[in-house]
């Protein structure tokens, strides 16, 4: 099983910034990507984040140059800088880690972080 503990959600005023952690831990074989979405009011769930093995990355437009994920894979640790927040960022956040565990991949989701971006 595939562990993941969310932490450094919040609310902060517009134009604030936040660090979002997730670590993952279990019977992990090797981790192939990591990531964040998020789920706002009345929304669907929708990527905000990626980073691969590799450290590739993937944002969704919205946030593209304001957010920054990171991984450090000796941790087993993703992180979502959020920089300049605006209110429309206002959302549960969720860590994915899409891992290889007892043999098979699996997806792991994370139990939400709350986000309000709020003046």
């Known amino acids: 099983q595939v562990q993941l503990v969310e932490s450094g959600g919040g609310l902060v005023q517009p134009g604030g910034s936040l660090r979002l952690s997730c670590a993952a831990s279990g019977s992990i074989f090797s981790i192939n990507a990591m990531g964040w979405y998020r789920q706002a009011a009345g929304k669907e769930r929708e990527l905000v984040a990626a980073?691969?093995?590799?450290?590739?990355?993937d944002y969704a437009d919205s946030v593209k140059g304001r957010f920054t994920i990171s991984r450090d894979n000796a941790k087993n640790t993703v992180y979502l800088q959020m920089n300049s927040l605006k209110p429309e960022d206002t959302a549960v956040y969720y860590c994915?880690?899409?891992?290889?565990?007892?043999?098979?991949?699996?997806?792991?989701w994370g139990q939400g972080t709350q986000v309000t971006v709020s003046s």
């Open positions: 980073i691969t093995s590799g450290y590739s990355t």
């Open positions: 994915h880690v899409r891992a290889i565990a007892s043999m098979r991949r699996g997806d792991y």
